[in-house]
């Protein structure tokens, strides 16, 4: 094996290697989303099951005079 194709190889092995990083970090950056989705949701939900009737305010505009 020469140099030059020595090369290449490490080459394309740290572009897979960084494809990889950046596959991972975008499947945790869509964990975090999910997660935090589901809390709010959930919290909504237990809010729901205790019979509260002001779980999710809805937010009226100011009115101008």
């Known amino acids: 094996m020469d140099r030059r ?13 960084l494809m990889g990083l950046v596959v991972i970090l975008v499947l945790a950056i869509a964990g975090v989303i999910l ?4 809390r709010r949701e959930a919290a909504l939900e237990d ?5 509260r009737r002001n779980c999710a305010p809805i937010e009226v505009p100011l009115r101008n005079p």
């Open 35 to 38: 997660v935090r989705a589901l």
């Open 47 to 51: 809010c729901l099951m205790a019979g």
């Open 5 to 17: 194709n020595a090369g290449d190889d490490g080459e394309a092995r740290r572009t897979a290697a």
